[in-house]
Every structure is written in C-alpha cells, then in structure tokens.
C-alpha cells in the first residue's frame, strides 16, 4: 500500500475538519462550535485544527469558497457541453435542487450571512471573498448570456441577484410558489435577466 505523502496527508487532515465544521456550523452555529467539537468530530487534536487553520472563521471562508466555487465549475461545464440554453435550464434547475437538497447546506449558508454580520472581521474577509465568487459568477452568466443568444447584459449585477436569490431560497422551506422548486424559481429568473422568455 502506498504511503500518502505530507501534503496528501494535510490535504486528508483539512478535508476531514471542513466535513466535521460544515455540519457543526449548520446545525450548532458558528459561536456554539468550539474548535475542540470540531477537532474531535473529525478525529483529531485541538493541535492539528490550529496547525491547518487560523481559527474557525478561516475554516468557514474556505467553506464557503469550496462551496460555491465547486458549483460554478459544474455550472461552468455544463453550458460548454450544453447546445442551446433550452436544454442547459433543465440541467441548472436539477443541479440546483440537489444542491439545496444535501443536509444542513441551506443552515450553513445562513449560518455565513449570520457570521458576517455580526462579526465585523469576518464580515470584511466575507466580502473579499464574496467579491472573487461574485466575478466568477459573472462570467458563468456571461457565458449563458451567449448561449441565450443576447451577449450585451450586465453579468455582474445578474451574478449578484442570483446570488441574493439562492440565499434567499436557501432560508425557505418552499418557494412560496405552488408546485415550484428553488430550481425552477432560479431558471425562471435566468430565463427573464438572459431575455430569454419562454413564448
């Protein structure tokens, strides 16, 4: 059996520790999840949380970076293999819907608006890493705009409603729509910011 390399074996530690906090911050709150709790969740010291990480808001922002930067890959991948934006909907929509569908995601994204507004160091280190996700969100949407066939859109603010969307769809136990899922209400939004309408 082959032997994991230092940084494979680091890279198994914080993997391991992400797995253990996600679940701690959705379902106890960032405050009420101690460093210990964690640590021990997940197998390992106090010292080999502090030896990987800063301190649990740390591990909450790389969180939420792998989160939502995973997501815009598959996105991403999806409108390059897809034909046209009538067939790439549906596949947005299904992949939205198992998104929300894993337990505690929906807790832990409101648990990330919670942190940053009432920690003001987090809330600073939130924004800047809100700003890389909202710039790549951007040129997903871009690329969507091409599909849609309507290229000269303000992808930016487009990126920035859609993201307002999905955390406040994240919050809803139903969309407030009658038979509509969180991914149907983001598709219809698409459709209508990419001018693309259904007749």
Same mark, same amino acid.
């Given at each position: 059996?082959?032997?994991?390399?230092?940084q494979?074996?680091?890279?198994?530690?914080?993997? $391991?520790?992400?797995?253990?906090?996600?679940?701690?911050? #959705?379902? $106890?709150?960032?405050? =009420?999840?101690?460093? @210990? #709790? !964690?640590?021990e969740?997940?197998?390992? *010291?106090?010292?080999?949380?502090?030896? +990987?990480?800063? +301190?649990?808001?740390?591990?909450?922002?790389?969180?939420?970076?792998?989160e939502? !930067?995973?997501? !815009? @890959?598959?996105?991403? *991948?999806?409108?390059? /293999?897809?034909?046209?934006? @009538?067939?790439?909907?549906?596949?947005?929509?299904?992949?939205?819907? $198992?998104?929300?569908?894993?337990?505690? $995601?929906?807790?832990?994204?409101?648990?990330?608006?919670?942190?940053?507004?009432?920690? /003001? &160091?987090?809330g600073?280190?939130?924004?800047?890493?809100?700003? /890389?996700?909202? #710039?790549m969100? =951007?040129?997903?949407i871009?690329?969507?705009?091409? %599909?849609?066939? +309507?290229?000269?859109?303000?992808?930016? *603010?487009? =990126? !920035?409603a859609?993201?307002?969307?999905?955390?406040?769809? &994240?919050? %809803?136990?139903?969309?407030?729509?009658?038979?509509? *899922?969180?991914?149907?209400?983001?598709?219809m939004?698409?459709?209508?910011?990419?001018?693309? &309408?259904?007749?």
């Amino acid at each position: 059996m082959t032997r994991l390399t230092r940084q494979e074996n680091q890279q198994v530690t914080r993997r $391991r520790l992400r797995s253990a906090a996600a679940l701690a911050f #959705a379902h $106890r709150g960032v405050g =009420a999840a101690s460093v @210990d #709790a !964690i640590a021990e969740a997940a197998g390992f *010291s106090r010292g080999a949380f502090y030896s +990987n990480y800063t +301190n649990k808001e740390d591990l909450l922002l790389e969180l939420m970076e792998e989160e939502q !930067i995973g997501e !815009i @890959d598959v996105w991403a *991948s999806l409108i390059k /293999k897809a034909s046209d934006l @009538d067939s790439l909907l549906p596949m947005l929509e299904e992949r939205f819907d $198992r998104l929300h569908d894993r337990d505690g $995601r929906e807790l832990l994204m409101m648990e990330l608006q919670l942190e940053a507004a009432r920690n /003001k &160091a987090f809330g600073a280190a939130y924004e800047v890493s809100s700003t /890389k996700v909202l #710039a790549m969100m =951007a040129t997903v949407i871009q690329a969507l705009a091409e %599909k849609a066939g +309507n290229p000269n859109i303000d992808a930016a *603010s487009i =990126a !920035i409603a859609l993201r307002a969307l999905s955390i406040g769809l &994240a919050g %809803k136990s139903s969309t407030g729509q009658r038979d509509k *899922s969180r991914g149907e209400i983001v598709t219809m939004f698409l459709r209508h910011a990419l001018g693309h &309408a259904p007749k």
